[in-house]
């Protein structure tokens, strides 16, 4: 009587064990192979061959694998490239230096800042003031405020070069400590601080020249039952 088969056919292309099942009821872990990875062959681009012939040179370089006779049946997908180049992002024109406006998304989302110019990356250099309303320097995107009427004129205050993208960028952690759990908060920098008293100081001279525009900085916006975005003026 021939032997029947450990792992039969339910159906069709279903079979009774699965892989890891027919694996163990085999006990191929007890047989597992060691392999030992053959030398590696140097090879060379190229090698020379002997020519026949008087007025052949006798010797010739050619390739060391020829070239395939018959070309793939699929082509190999190659990367496109791209001639276009990344743009600035285009500001609204309702949004200039100096312009109020009115924060939509993220931590201080509700609170009014100060538009003090636009990076390279297309976000928007903002702040409170800090002293103020308590919004630090930081980058917004303009898709995410709303501009009001409201503007100041800072031409005399001075926004220094160093205020870019690479400004705000956070160092990035070991992963020795990611691995160790160390979650240690970094102490802000006083540069930063610095900078950002210095900011406050030119803008706060500006604010105090105009009633009420220091309340109106401070205040949070909001809307109130009945009250329509789209029916509001800023």
């Keep these: 009587m021939s032997h029947a088969p450990r792992n039969s056919f339910i159906a069709p292309g279903v079979s009774r064990y699965s892989r890891s099942v027919a694996y163990s009821k085999k006990a191929l872990y ?3 192979k060691s392999t030992v990875a053959a030398p590696a062959k140097e090879t060379t681009a190229e090698k020379t061959v002997e020519v026949k012939g008087a007025k052949n040179g006798g010797k010739r370089t050619v390739p060391a694998q020829k070239a ?8 190999v997908p190659q990367p496109k490239v791209s001639r276009k180049t990344a743009k600035k992002t285009a500001l609204r024109s309702t949004i200039t230096p100096g312009t109020v406006v009115i924060l939509l998304a993220g931590r201080y989302r509700g609170k009014r800042a100060v538009v003090l110019k636009q990076l390279d990356s297309g976000l928007l250099l903002v702040t409170g003031p800090f002293k103020v309303n308590g919004v630090p320097l930081r980058r917004v995107n303009q898709a995410y405020v709303i501009a009001t009427s409201t503007k100041l004129d800072i031409s005399n205050v001075k926004v220094d070069e160093k205020f870019n993208d690479a400004y705000f960028k956070k160092s990035a952690k070991t992963e020795k400590a990611f691995l160790e759990g160390v979650q240690k908060k970094a102490a802000f920098p006083e540069s930063k601080a610095a900078d950002q008293k210095a900011i406050d100081k030119a803008l706060l001279e500006v ?14 916006f909001g809307l109130r039952k009945g009250q329509f975005p789209h029916d509001l003026k800023f």
Aim: aromatic content about 16%; overall charge positive.
């Design 68 to 75: 395939p006779r018959f070309y793939p049946a699929e082509d």
């Design 207 to 220: 604010v105090v020249k105009t009633p009420f525009l220091r309340q109106y900085l401070s205040s949070t």
């Design 30 to 32: 007890k047989r597992q």
